[in-house]
């Protein structure tokens, strides 16, 4: 199997009143191409600040290495992450806090792309094929965020993940604050993404029946 | 069953906001010192047909179509002042602790507010006495304490103390635990049953989540398009479900076993025969 992604003695620390905290200490694992890797643990354990770490959201500590489709990247470099978030993208929990209320759909999905400097007029239309992808029409284009139900707002963060055509993907707790029903929808959803554009996905959940129906391997973090 | 002692008795509840009906004659009765949970999916209904009991609905958009509310022997819906019993009769968790509490008033200071009409010597020791109950060790310091000091499942537990705080007979929980960390969930609807077992409170118990309704309910009512699809023991529902909503209900939330087909997603608005 091609090894995606390789992270070895990932330790992230933070500091408090009492001193210096590890968050995660010498955590090493790889993410297989086309797999779901999913990521459990209680609160506090750690899962998001792995996902974090991995698009460079929180700093590492000294003496980790990370390598992605076999280039090793420097992670104490910030500009190194750009080309990692050219590849690995993020979605996250919160249905309504995730999305700017003052952004129309179109702005929120097409932000990254016009932040790598791509067209109005070719964002648009990338922005119009991933809303399609993810189940959305058109019509929602000029729409804002709270005209959406929660699992609609899960899409968009979705799309917006998706618009760069990364190859990984991590969803952290997206299904989280969904009705079950919705979070089937969204399973399904990811299922189909996953196949369609050969996508690595990383799955953060601490539900452990949703991790046994998406994923086959589990790696579990203790406090 | 037998609802002529019943402490609460909501007969044929309509909701209407604006010129669309939200809840369809909705009638249920909740016992005294019982847990009733009402199950649903966002959109239900659950949440608005609850907070029309305290009359907490937003006025004037939201309006009673039909129906009463006899709570206690009386008509909430026609209660001159229903602060008299808001609050003191009938107590209320929201789903977001950290909205339900003053971020720049102290937690004491809050809790206190919260026993105002009892007796002045008594009204701390009522405080002390909950917040040890519900497993706070060092109150002194929980006292001092500001909300942006403390983790959501904390303040949700706070923010019972405080619901149970003025004595009432019955607690409405409007999703307790949908904003908390999953592995602390159980924790919290521990803490709330038991509190709420001990002191005789009734509590309706509003979730979309059917394995804590039918770990902590007697008795479930299932929501579907604003009308009370089922409603019966909370064992009855989970093991022989009638409606075949409460089956598709059922079958959507994962358990062990399953796969991702038998994950079949309910096409929104559709159609269920009963």
Known sequence: ?????????????FRSKGGIVYALKDVSFHLEKGEVLAIAGESGSGKSTIANALVGL?????????????????????????????????????PYSSLNPRCTVLEIVAAPLIAR????????????????????????????????????????GLARALVLEPKILICDEITSALDVSVQAQILHLLDDLQRELGLSLIFISHDIAVMEIIAKRVILLQT | MSFENSLLSVRNLSIAFGGTQVTHNVSFDIMNGEIFAIMGESGSGKTVSAMAIPRLLPCPSAKIASGEIIFEGKNTLELKDIES??????????????????????????????VRFMPKEKRETRIEELLTKSGFKDTKRIFKSYPHEMSGGMLQR??????????????????????????????????????????????????????LAASYANRIAVMYKGKIVECNTASEILNSPKHPYTRALLDVVPTKGKTLADLKPIPFGAEFDG
């Open chain 1, 1 to 13: 199997m091609d090894k995606v992604l390789v992270v070895k003695n990932l330790s992230v620390t």
């Open chain 1, 58 to 94: 929180v700093p590492w500590e000294k003496g980790g290495t990370y390598e992605l489709f076999g280039e090793s990247i420097n992670p104490y470099q910030k500009k190194s992450f750009s080309i990692v978030r050219s590849k690995v993208q993020m979605a996250f929990q919160d």
């Open chain 1, 117 to 156: 400097g791509i067209s109005k007029s070719e964002a648009t239309a990338k922005t119009k094929k991933i809303l399609d992808l993810v189940g959305l029409s058109n019509a929602d284009l000029n729409k804002f965020p709270h005209a959406f139900s929660g699992g609609q707002r899960q899409r968009i």
């Open chain 2, 85 to 114: 019993i808001r609050g003191s009769r009938i107590g209320c968790v929201f789903q977001e602790p950290m909205q339900a509490l003053n971020p720049v008033v102290s937690i004491g200071t809050q809790l206190l507010e919260a």
């Open chain 2, 158 to 211: 706070i923010v019972i103390c405080m619901a149970l705080a003025p004595r009432p007979s019955l607690i409405i929980a409007d999703e307790p635990t949908t904003a908390i960390d999953a592995n602390l969930q159980i924790a919290i609807m521990d803490i709330l049953r038991n509190l709420c077992l001990e002191e005789k409170v009734a509590v309706l118990f509003i979730t979309h989540n059917a394995h």
